[in-house]
């Protein structure tokens, strides 16, 4: 850590090891899966070198990295952890846990294709499968946004009791480098301020029986005040959800004010103002977007780009204020619900559906386990988008980008 | 090579963006020269750098290729690149296979580690710069397992034959990519690397 504000080029991986370094982060547990390897790779360097000073507990398995942070969290530290793909999979057990116990655990997700047939490279099918367990889910578009979104995440985190994936592509940015400013290590403690002690706080000398069965009913505890049950738990929970709506971008504000960059807080865009055609996706694909929009832009489409920052909680309002009056919606989706269709165009429907003024919303499918997607796929994608529109179409099958459906 | 290289660089000049494709074989390093390529050209003024390596299998030996972007803007293209204005070859036995030539824009800048003259490679259409990065690396005795390392030096190739980064920025970036006689024997080899190519030119 610097105590000046320094630009150098590194890796998306570097970027978020970077942030929990500067997040003074106390326990990182972590089993090593591609593309995610490095992020605890230099964490681990650093804590042996002593220039970070925290535990880092080598463990066996994913679920039992997760494990060491739910327990670790559950006594106090501020905790940190990291996986990808199948290993995501593996503790998914435990990613419901540390979200229904409450516990502020950040968690980055290099995003990568589910096996099998056995792949490492990027698509977001391994956080996207598990959007309902009740974490927030932040996307990133490049590596500055990864390092600022995981230094907003423990705040938001720590405000509402929340875990937070911050999820970034795999390979596209955890292993391409680009110039990432890193703050000043005081203006990074004075945005995130050590965690204070939490609810659930272990001390011998107010024990607590952490983690009971709950079932349906409510119920008296040991001391005969009434408890909520199963469903009231989870109610509140869903309501951290959804304040999470608010305090997302509250927070992107309070990094503005002290850091000198926001992202944008749910939703983020790019050419949209007068746009008819808006593309929308998570992550570096509505980076490359962008590119994609500026082509149509020079060839007279009015076509504009929505990133979807925050998916989970689902940021319904913000979309539908952004989209409505457009003409037509196309959502870029690396993630599949088999059966069905992509899960941002999913969600967006639903979001859409009654409003007076919705836009038509097609789906796209692309860059499963790393297919590559171009700009000029994308561009493609959106003409043809136009083309069917203007003839007239209204339901759409999902359009797969550079398929090779005869092999 | 067609045209010296002050008229490479005049042109390389003029453009406002560059893609780069590196081509190399697994053990090589590209994916490291690609690195220190884009930390260098930020040191040179490229508010835009990227590199990223190609993602298929990880084989020693096998062909690989990685990609860099440099503009005056932030680069928003994630993809590989497909058309390049220069290529840079590791290993000279990659050019008789075709890929380094692929999609190579017209006019554009084909750099190749080659102890032998440009006009031996039979790659037409494009300006050719050779330069012996591996006996740079010999001569700077950065030799690493029996095998000369020539994913650093051959950046003083790419500062000679380019004039888009400096060789100063090139030893900056190397310096921040290693350290202590690793460091020193990498700076050594590239500029080596870049004296034999500013003749060569």
Redesign the interface.
Known sequence: MSDVTA???MTGNEAAAAAARLARVQVIAAYPITPQSPVVEQLSAWVESGELDAEFVAVESEHSALTVCIGASTVGARTFTATSANGLAYMTEQVWWAAGARLPIVMCIANRAMAAPWNV??DQQDSMSVRDAGWIQLYCR?NQEILDTTLQAWRIAERLQLPVMVCY?G???S?????VTVPAAVEVDAFLPPRAAPLTVVDPDDPRNIGPVVLADTRADAEGILRPGYMEIRASHHAGLLEALDVIPEVDAEYGAAIGRSWGGLTWEHMLDDAELVLVAAG?LA??L??AAETLRSEGIKAGVLGVRAYRPFPVAALRAKLAGRKGALVFDKALSYGYEGPICTDLRAAMCGEPDAPLVWGAMCGLG?R????DQLADAARRALADGHAGVRDRPTDWINLHPEL | MTGGRAAIIVRMREQNTYAIRWHGRGGQGAVTSAKVLADAAFRSGFAGVMSQPSFGAERRGAPVTASTRLAREPIRDLSQVTEPDIVIVLDESLVALGGPTAGLRPGGLVIVNSPGSASDLGIEDATVVTSDVTGAAEAADLIVGGQPMVSTAILGAVAAATGLVTMEAVEQAIEHAFTGSAARKNIEAARIAFECTAKGA
């Open positions: 630009t150098s080029v490279l990027n490049d592509d390979f596209l940015l292993h391409t480098v680009m110039p570096s980076t490359q962008t590119v790393g590559e997607v171009s700009p």
